[in-house]
């Protein structure tokens, strides 16, 4: 059974078809990149952005297990990010609260 799609405009002006409830625009969903984070999911993202982590620095400033209590932020992604905090420096080998594996 193919659910009905139906148009929507977010608060910015953009028009889209979703088919279900969720008020997410998937256009200003494209527009939010954080330039220094790897690839990850959208919920991942907006668990990051929703607790005021925007830039590497600031997630630096976080251990494994803070990030770990955000919603929709599991252990999956923490490699990743462990591997963009080091390629720019801001990752030691000792750092406390993460994991050095």
Known sequence: MNAMRRPNTCPKGHR?????DCPTCPICE??????DFPQMSAPARRA????GI????QLANKSEAELLELHDLGPAILPA????????GYFQEEQVG????
């Open 16 to 20: 889209y078809y979703k088919s279900s």
């Open 30 to 35: 494209k527009d939010k990149s954080l330039v």
């Open 48 to 51: 990051l952005e929703n607790a």
């Open 54 to 57: 925007r830039t590497l620095k």
């Open 81 to 88: 990010l462990r591997a963009a905090l080091k390629a720019v």
């Open 98 to 101: 993460w994991n050095n594996d």
